[in-house]
């Protein structure tokens, strides 16, 4: 009895001590497999916000369409409807611009009183047109067949035909064929190719620097009478203050003085005073930029920089004047020249006066007087053309309310935001599908919830842009655009995307597995011992399975 109580002790310490073991190993188990590698998993993960793929995936079947309103406004029905029916037919096949054409008959009295631009003005201000559409009011007292005013508004004769009307919306106001090709060049750069209009014009931005630098080569000889403060006052800040809803504007001026042309013009003999004059080539032109570029502290700003800048021609290469590539002065007026360089700005030569040059002495300098108005008017113009208002086609019997000082026409403005629409709306489309192919095919690149909630911000932009130019609301359409794509390009220029960018999974695992493997080892051992003691027990010890029998 006393050998069997013995065995029996003996067996019950050894399977407690192999249950503790068992229990150990269960405990070691949940704490490394169930705790240490999930805890390692994310603290060593990525972090990574979900983002709206299938949305931004969408984006390619989101057509972009601006709807126009255009009203007729006719002395008799039966011209109204016809109008109605030719501009209805002419836009119908139309990609971009979607027209809604209505009409209403005017009584011929009312505008046989209205002789002058200011009166019918007064009239066409009684249909309260907002941003983006169009009114065509016929009227009797028309020398011209069109006279395209200073708002929204298009007067034309009674001789005037549909297909002039047409040609006017065409090509001065809806510009479908522009804004067509902004988008395919941008969605498809290969196939496509730009105009001269979209080459010149500066790429969207949400604000400009505007420079304007006078360059006085020789300061002991010349000088220039010129408040270059004053002028930028009174006359760039208002006309630029009129695209406030386009960008923010910042006009800066600089003086440089000491920095001759980089090239040689060619000596010419003429009639004039001089006997001589000094001719520039358009195929030297762009040489002139390098040397200008690199003195013009253009580089401080992060904002794209237009350069207008004023040359004062020294006596000794004076008159000098810009010829073409067939051999003929490109410009009559003889104390200004000016050129322009597409998305960078535009050159203005001043010659000094011939008689001051013929009496001035070595030691007496020679003062300059430039032509502020026609600088000003040139710098205008060119500043227009990089900003993408092109200048109207000629149209045989089309002419345009002239505007003091340069100022913009309403339906010129609006021409631009509907292009600077599309090119924002576009562009913001194609950087979020960018990122989003960038972010799936890389996973080790870190979206922080700042970049998450801009490339969701930006995708909702873009969709309730295009809402709302499908309404036919384009102002608000473009302000929306406009965010759209500031918000798109600070997601995609991010600093935090290239975070984790060359820390890739395998150098991950390498630098943690001599860590775990050593203490992994023996866990992935007893796991063994714990599947035995579990699901073999049983069968290894058949006592077991009889004791309740026995205690019966």
């Known amino acids: 009895m006393s050998g069997s109580e013995v065995s029996v002790t003996i067996g019950y310490d050894t399977a407690v001590d192999e249950k503790y073991s068992v229990y150990a190993s269960i405990s070691f188990a949940v704490l490394l497999l169930g705790v240490g590698v999930p805890l390692w998993w994310h603290t060593t993960a990525i972090p990574r916000v979900s983002l709206p793929y299938a949305g931004i995936e969408a984006l390619s079947d989101l057509d972009i369409n601006i709807k126009t309103k255009i009203v007729v406004v006719a002395l008799s029905r039966d011209r109204a409807e016809s109008l109605v029916h030719h501009i209805t037919n002419a836009f119908k096949n139309s990609n971009i611009c979607r027209i809604e054409v209505i009409y209403h008959v005017i009584s011929s009295n009312l505008i046989a009183s209205a002789f002058t631009h200011h009166e019918l003005e007064k009239i066409a201000s009684a249909f309260n047109l907002d941003v983006g559409q169009l009114l065509l009011l016929e009227t009797n007292n028309l020398n011209d067949a069109v006279l395209v005013g200073s708002r929204r508004t298009i007067y034309f004769s009674t001789e005037t035909t549909a297909f002039t009307l047409i040609q006017v919306l ?127 502290a253009s580089q401080v700003s992060l904002h794209p920089t237009i350069n207008f800048v004023i040359y004062a021609v020294p006596c000794d290469s004076a008159p000098l004047h810009i010829y073409t590539r067939s051999g003929h002065r490109s410009r009559n007026n003889a104390n200004v020249e000016a050129f322009l360089s597409p998305r960078w700005g535009g050159v203005v030569l001043i010659n000094p006066p011939v008689e001051a040059c013929m009496a001035a002495k070595l030691d007496q300098p020679v003062t300059i007087i430039p032509e502020q108005i026609t600088i000003v008017g040139t710098f205008l113009t060119q500043l227009k053309l990089l900003l993408g208002i092109p200048e109207p086609k000629f149209l045989n019997g089309v002419t345009a309310v002239s505007l003091p000082g340069l100022k913009l ?74 965010e759209a794509f500031v918000t798109a390009e600070a997601a995609f220029f991010d600093p935090t995307l290239f975070a984790l960018l060359y820390f890739p999974e395998d150098q991950k695992y390498a630098v943690y597995t001599p860590l775990f493997l050593p203490a992994m080892v023996p866990v992935l051992l007893s796991l063994k011992n714990i599947y035995r003691y579990y699901f073999h027990r049983r069968i290894n010890n058949p006592l077991k399975e009889t004791a309740p029998s026995q205690n019966k």
């Not at 950087?431 to 911000?457: C, F, H, P, W, Y």
């Open 409 to 482: 026409h309403d339906w010129e403005v609006d021409a631009l935001l509907r292009v600077r629409t599309i090119e924002q709306l576009t562009s913001a489309k194609l950087t979020l599908q960018s990122i989003a192919q960038l972010l799936q095919e890389i996973g080790n690149i870190v979206i922080t919830d700042i970049v998450g909630n801009r490339i969701k911000t930006a995708l909702r932009l873009v969709e309730d842009s295009a809402e709302q130019l499908r309404r036919g609301n384009l102002a608000v359409g473009f302000l929306l655009s406009k």
């Open 170 to 296: 065409s090509e001065w106001m809806l510009l479908e064929k522009s804004l067509t090709l902004t988008r395919n060049a941008l969605t498809e750069p290969t196939l496509y190719s730009l105009d001269e209009e979209n080459r010149r014009r500066f790429p969207a931005s949400p604000a400009y620097d505007v420079l304007i630098t006078v360059v006085n080569p020789d300061p002991e000889k010349l000088k220039i009478a010129w408040d270059l403060r004053l002028m930028a006052e009174e006359y760039v800040e208002p006309f630029l203050s009129e695209l406030s809803i386009l960008s923010n504007f910042s006009v800066k001026s600089q003086w440089l003085y000491l920095l001759p042309l980089d090239v040689s013009p060619k000596r010419v003999p003429d009639s004039g005073p001089l006997g001589r004059h000094f001719a520039l080539s358009e195929d030297v032109l762009p040489q002139l930029i390098t040397p200008l570029e690199k003195k013009l």
